[in-house]
């Protein structure tokens, strides 16, 4: 039977490097649980991009850089994403990708919704004009 080591754990030093933390109760009087935010943006009202420093190593693996950094999309449409990086640096330039992405996302649908509907190309969804085998919430939870 193969042993597995626990999770590995990291303190985010103040120059933004990484140090494992070989003691669980050494990591949680350090760290304390408290989240360390590497930044923050809301890209419109309902979208909003955080990147945080987890502290304990993601990549669930005993050898390469740990993944220690994530950075999460939160929406209220849905569609929420999750991507985890190795280093500072990574998650810094991770985060301001992934808001430049959904900052255009956003201004693509505020265009498309000021457009009017007569001049909305559907021709990659054919328009639904017959409704009569139409079912009402199928998979509703009771």
């Known amino acids: 039977m193969i042993e597995r080591a626990g999770p590995r754990m990291y303190r985010l030093l103040d120059d933004h ?29 309902g979208v909003a991009v955080s990147t945080i420093f987890l502290g304990i190593d993601h990549s669930f693996r005993d050898r390469g850089a740990p993944l220690i950094f994530e950075t999460m999309v939160f929406t ?30 956003v201004d693509e649908l505020q265009a498309l919704r000021d457009l009017p509907d007569d001049q909305i190309d559907t021709s990659d969804i054919p328009e639904v004009t017959d409704w009569s085998k139409a079912t009402r919430g199928p998979f509703k939870r009771k």
């Open 17 to 45: 490097s990484i140090e494992l933390v070989e003691d669980f109760e050494k990591w949680v009087r350090q760290e304390g649980g408290a989240i360390r935010r590497v930044a923050f943006d809301e890209v419109s009202p």
């Open 76 to 105: 209220d449409y849905g569609g929420d994403e999750q991507l985890r990086w190795r280093t500072w640096s990574e998650a810094m330039a991770g985060h301001d990708l992934t808001v430049a992405r959904h900052r255009k996302i």
